[in-house]
């Protein structure tokens, strides 16, 4: 699951998926910003077929916590 969202938000973000771990923070760590944020959660639940509350967006701060989330919504 880790490699799936790593690989997505490397993507995203237009960076080296090597270069990001479960501890990597998405704002901190990644720069994404709001717009990267919004559109990696539209893509999470594409891909996923989950939904994403919007109280729980805010909780996501690192690439584990996302990892996390979508293997308790499976």
Do not use: H
């Amino acid at each position: 699951m880790f490699e799936k969202v790593r690989d997505m938000i490397a993507e995203q973000l237009q960076m080296d998926a090597a270069s990001i771990t479960p501890e990597s923070r998405l704002v901190e760590d990644l720069k994404a910003d709001s717009a990267n944020v919004m559109v990696m959660i539209l893509e999470l639940e594409s891909n996923f077929g989950i939904e994403v509350e919007d109280e729980v967006i805010v909780q996501l701060k690192t690439v584990g916590d996302v990892v996390n989330y979508i293997e308790s919504k499976q």
